[in-house]
């Protein structure tokens, strides 16, 4: 079955930091999602990317989807606290059902 | 506009016991996914539901588990007889159309099993 891969698990940066995710499918996939979950939260849907190659903003975050729509990253520039929590990417491939990576923990330091 | 509404936000019961979850989906909302997340496992995808009828359940663990969804506003999810590694945060989420939309998701109940 499908496999998305996210990495790293943990990140712990220093505030002003940048910070970047990566997931990586096993497969073609037709769209990837983002989410992120505070601590103690539930995830909550940032963005999503359905064109090979897509490059989208909100403010410091920047998302890309793979040309081949096998991976995706997600950069953060110049981190602050209210950036802590789990970002998840969850891809879309031959199913109609989105398989979610494990997520990754991002930690900044004041 | 409401979100996802489940309840309760938390369950601490005792092993052998029954426990039932309930979701309350955005209106609207065609699909509806329950997830368990736990720190060894992640968020993991138990059953889902396209226009109240369960389209993939291969997710859910085992017999102890069920799923209903009577009608477009309401789903619970069962477990009978819990056992304490059943001990998790469920989420319900809803979306207009499957993968192809954003997932809402409620707050979750956290359930512990004793």
């Known amino acids: 079955g499908q496999q998305v891969m996210q990495i790293p698990q943990y990140q712990h940066v220093q505030e002003g930091e940048d910070f970047t995710t990566y997931c990586n499918s096993s497969?073609?996939?037709?769209?990837i999602q983002w989410y992120k979950q505070r601590p103690g939260g539930h995830p909550v849907f940032l963005i999503q990317?359905?064109?090979?190659?897509e490059v989208k903003k909100q403010k410091r975050l920047t998302f890309q989807f793979g040309e081949a729509k096998k991976n995706s990253s997600l950069h953060i520039t110049a981190t602050q606290t209210t950036d802590v929590g789990t970002y998840f990417c969850?891809?879309?491939?031959?199913?109609?059902?989105?398989?979610f990576g494990r997520g990754t923990s991002l930690i900044v330091h004041p | 506009d409401a979100g996802v509404i489940q309840s309760p936000r938390h369950e601490v019961t005792e092993m052998g016991q029954e426990v039932t979850l309930r979701c309350k989906p955005i209106?609207?909302?065609?699909?509806l996914f329950w997830y368990r997340q736990t720190m060894m496992r992640g968020l993991e995808l138990l059953i889902y539901?396209?226009?109240?009828?369960?389209?993939?359940d291969s997710g859910m663990p085992e017999d102890r588990f069920s799923a209903k969804m009577p009608n477009a506003s309401f789903s619970t999810l069962k477990i009978q007889p819990s056992e304490p590694r059943d001990s998790a945060v469920y989420f319900c989420?809803?979306?207009?159309?499957?993968?192809?939309?954003?997932?809402?998701f409620g707050d979750g109940t956290r359930l512990s099993i004793l």
């Open positions: 209106s609207g909302h065609n699909s």
């Open positions: 989420a809803s979306s207009t159309q499957g993968g192809n939309q954003p997932q809402h």
């Open positions: 497969t073609t996939l037709s769209n």
């Open positions: 969850a891809g879309l491939g031959g199913s109609y059902i989105p398989t």
């Open positions: 539901f396209n226009n109240n009828v369960p389209i993939d």
């Open positions: 990317l359905v064109k090979s190659g």
